[in-house]
């Protein structure tokens, strides 16, 4: 085990990990209903079973058959639980890369994309990503539960079928306790959460792209990426694990409807897309959840490699026009109303 690696001066992280075998042919996916063999032994299947969904798990050689939604541990995991690696100090700080890693396997279509997975497939991903989140916080060792997914080879994915990964820390990572420093600033110098107060100044604005009952898609005002939009509750939420069934399904209509927007209107781009959750373990690093999606259309330069000064080519309001219309066709497509 490779150990987490810490950048000499920032603090940023480097896990070297071994990457998965490039799957070119869906039909040869190891996610595939009939290859369960390919990977490790399923920790949770959600299966239909007289109009139920049942939460079952592979056992003494016996795989769970017809299942929805199949949840096993990484073959090329990226943190594992063998404490192999020695603490290292500086310059060449390390420790071990402990933790958990999961594949969450959102389809049995192994055709199927997060840009093509069905409402229903998107709220059984929802409820199985929540069951592993709340059972990972009574581990020991986890500190952040990271859960994130890449959608293309261009984004880093090995393999097209759609699936997510959830990952833990025995830390909270850079970039979102950096968020966390500064909601508590502003929190603490106005009263006020600054991702409500974005939300607020936000939702039906120039950059809104999609908003549904609970929730508003936007591209953000500094973005990172071209084309980059943040899913956000429109009502202050901490905890993503406390979201109800009905959260669930609005957040599915919304991540199908966006990602589908962003297929349609950019010409089918890979992208990545990150859940920024609180530590849901009892603490005062609490963060208002929201999801990030981060569109590949088209190389980074100097100044964002080396300096974080980030350069889109298009800007963010014009974005929004572009994904919102798309969005909102695809939202009146899935719910019957074209």
Known sequence: MAGIRKDYVGGRFSIVAKPGPRVTDPKNSPFAPGRESKTNPSVLSLVS?????????????????????????????????????????????????????YVVVAS?????????????????????????????YTK?????????????????????HSHLNIMTLSTIPPVVDAEIVSHHRTLDRLGVCPICSMVEAEAGGPREILKTEGFVAFTPWAPSH???????????????????????????????????????????????????????????????????????????????????????GTSPEDAAAVLGAAARREMARLVGIE
């Open 49 to 101: 079973r007289d109009g139920m969904l049942q939460r079952l798990e592979d056992a003494d050689g016996q795989v769970v058959k017809n299942w929805l939604v199949r949840v096993f541990e990484s073959s090329t995991p990226a943190v594992t639980l063998d404490p192999g690696t020695l603490y290292g100090d500086m310059p060449h700080y390390s420790e071990p890369a402990y933790g958990y890693h």
């Open 108 to 136: 049995p279509n192994p055709a199927s994309t997060l840009t093509t997975l069905t409402l229903e497939e998107w709220s059984n991903a929802m409820v199985v990503v929540q069951d592993r989140l709340r059972w990972l």
């Open 140 to 160: 020991r060792g986890v500190t952040y539960v990271a859960v994130y997914a890449n959608q293309g080879e261009e984004a880093g994915s090995r393999n097209p």
């Open 226 to 312: 071209q084309h980059e939009f943040w899913i956000c509750p429109m009502r202050h939420a901490t905890s993503f694990a406390m979201a109800t069934q009905k959260d669930i399904n609005d957040l599915a209509l919304m991540l199908r409807s966006t990602l589908g927007g962003l297929s349609k209107s950019c010409g089918s781009p890979a992208y990545s897309l990150a859940f920024h959750l609180s530590p849901e373990k009892r603490n005062t690093k609490q963060l208002h959840w929201h999801i990030e999606v981060y569109p590949v259309t088209q190389a980074q330069s100097a100044l964002e490699r080396g300096y974080g000064v980030f350069v889109s």
